[in-house]
């Protein structure tokens, strides 16, 4: 799904949350700029510690306090030819050890098609002193995202809202969104150059040892949530000997390919709706929307059917919901503001909150960058089906078991279908070689289901398993549970590991998980009522989005559907 850039997060498996998206105009076909130029000329890759000229970052934000630094890295656009190559460059991060920096920390939201410069930022003011003061904090915007050039982007118009519902009542729309798909990829094949032959994960792993050889580290520590847990794996599969620390948060399932991942996915994600309808059924003095889970979900989709019939501010219609309430299930400190918006849309007829909580986490015409990156990374990680037909059976079947997001899901990763570029094999992870690992993972974690931590476990025989036992939310280190920070700090710090078999499922340590979130009450008090007719209005938002929470939290992405995305 996808993976948010910036909002929240998310990892590569069709959904791309991925943390506040990142907005990134992108030129129509055929203007030049930056963002869009080809691969430069050829070059030869950086030498071993040649270095980087930092400077203060232009287009990156800091918390106070926090001193952040930007570069750009050239490297080779195909690492197999060596000097002959073109090159594309990376941009980079860094948070500067406060004293003297004895080691590299890299970090990775998730993804694919996220940028991640933003996270070093967030990564070291959440770190203990002792470790500011050694590590080195290091992001970086993986090659054809964010401001790494050229950076991957098709069709500006995609996401113009409103969309045609992602769940087709007849064949002329199943045609409709199949035609869309194509349509896209072929876009993507005008666009994207020689840079959508070199888009694999693969890829990026070499250009994550470039970054540590100039860097001038033998070794770097890795800390990758969602999709970027992936991306580590398949990293120190090829250079084991070049990883100090490993810690992989919220985990992909390394045996599954992104098809069959993202079927697996669609699935999960109906489970973590569903823990989502009972918070709200468990809240309903404070939502008036049911006080059953049956009764809520009732709710959600008879607003969905309204919506079909009638987009709120005539841009937000059933997939707009569906790109928003995806949310619900990387996270659940989002649950107040959602249910806050549903019910004052299904109660009281008021679209404001509704159109707040889709303009801070739906997908706009500026995702296209990111979309595009997403699919340019799993379109090529592994084979697609080409047979139509075969897409069609599949999404009927997780369909009936998942409408939640089953059909959304589909139409993420169509383009895949008809993708221009060939796709080369599932890279198999391999982590015989690893010194040590830290693996985290939450069990009720949506976009990632909590058995792909327990397959990469056994692909890293010296890894440790963290779990965070009943947790609820995607990405799950450093974000404030006190027994799972505490393993990944001592890990960090000292290289020491929770004992070994601790669970008789496989993992090592368990840890309580925070606590659920605290309804927030709409105003004024809803009072029950049935549930919308689609031939009634939902009202048009007004002009201004006051009735938006203002202390709503902005989730930094793993990976949201890219957005998010596992």
């Given amino acids: 799904m996808r993976g948010n850039a910036h909002r929240y997060t998310a990892a590569g498996t069709g959904l791309l949350l991925v943390s506040t998206m990142v907005a990134l105009a992108h030129p129509m076909a055929g203007e030049a700029s930056a963002a869009t130029a080809p691969p430069g000329a050829a070059a030869d890759p950086p030498a071993v510690g040649a270095g980087l000229d930092w400077a203060a970052c232009t287009d990156l934000e800091a918390p106070k306090g926090i001193e952040l630094e930007c570069a750009t890295l050239p490297v080779p656009l195909d690492h197999h030819a060596g000097g002959r190559s ?34 070093a930022a967030r990564t070291a003011g959440s770190l203990p002193g002792d470790l500011r003061d050694s590590y080195d904090v290091i992001g970086f915007d993986p090659r054809g995202t964010g401001a790494s050039t050229p950076a991957v982007g098709c069709d500006p118009d995609y996401f113009t809202a409103p969309r045609p519902d992602s769940v087709p009542a007849t064949a002329d729309d199943e045609r409709l969104m199949v035609k869309r798909s194509r349509t896209y990829a072929e876009a993507c094949e005008r666009t994207g150059g020689a840079l959508l032959n070199h888009m694999r994960t693969t890829d990026s792993a070499h250009d994550l040892d470039a970054i540590r050889a100039a860097l001038g580290r033998e070794r770097i520590d890795y800390l990758g949530y969602s999709y970027g847990t992936y991306l580590g794996g398949v990293y120190a599969t090829l250079y084991p000997e070049r990883v100090r620390r490993l810690v992989l948060d919220s985990v992909v399932h390394p045996d599954r390919s992104w098809y ?89 007829n008021r679209p404001a909150r509704l159109v707040s909580a889709f303009d801070r986490m739906g997908e706009s015409p500026d995702h296209d960058p990111s979309f595009a990156a997403y699919l340019a990374t799993e379109c090529t990680d592994a084979p697609w089906p080409r047979s139509w037909q075969r897409w069609r059976t599949d999404a009927r079947g997780v369909h009936a078991d998942a409408p939640f997001l089953g059909w959304y899901n589909i139409w993420y990763n169509a383009p895949c279908a008809f993708w221009p570029a060939e796709p080369g094999e599932w890279f198999q992870v391999d982590g015989e070689r690893v010194e040590n690992a830290l693996l985290v993972h939450a069990t009720g974690d949506g976009p990632t289901p909590v058995g792909g931590a327990y397959a990469m476990h056994r692909r890293f025989p010296e890894a440790r398993l963290v779990i965070e036992d009943g947790g609820l939310s995607h990405g799950v ?67 201004s989005t006051s009735g938006a929470s203002a202390g709503f939290p902005v989730i930094p992405a793993i990976g949201a559907l890219a957005r998010i995305n596992r």
Avoid: M
Wanted: hydrophobic share 40%.
């Fill in 260 to 348: 069959q991942g993202n079927l697996a996915q669609s699935r999960s994600l109906e489970a973590a709706a569903g823990r989502f309808f009972d918070w709200v059924a468990r809240h309903d003095s404070a939502y008036g929307l049911g006080d059953t889970a049956e009764e809520v979900a009732g709710r959600y989709y008879a607003t969905r059917e309204a919506l079909r019939a009638r987009p709120v501010d005539d841009r937000i219609g059933p997939t707009e919901l569906e790109s928003t309430f995806l949310v619900a299930a990387y996270a659940a400190q989002a649950w107040p503001f959602l249910a806050s918006a549903l019910a004052d849309l299904s109660n009281d």
């Fill in 86 to 119: 073109a090159v594309v460059e990376i941009a980079l991060s860094r948070v500067p050890a406060r004293a003297e920096a004895t080691d590299a920390l890299l970090v990775n939201p998730g993804g694919p098609g996220s940028g991640g410069r933003f996270l």
């Fill in 477 to 543: 280190a450093l974000r404030g549970n006190t027994c799972v920070d505490d393993a990944v700090i001592d890990y960090l710090r000292e290289g020491r590991l929770p004992d070994a078999g601790g669970t008789p499922d496989g993992g090592d340590l368990v840890c309580g998980a925070r606590p659920e979130p605290e309804p927030r009450k709409p105003s004024p008090a809803p009072q029950r009522q049935a549930a919308p007719d689609p031939g009634v209005s939902l009202g048009s938002a007004p002009p």
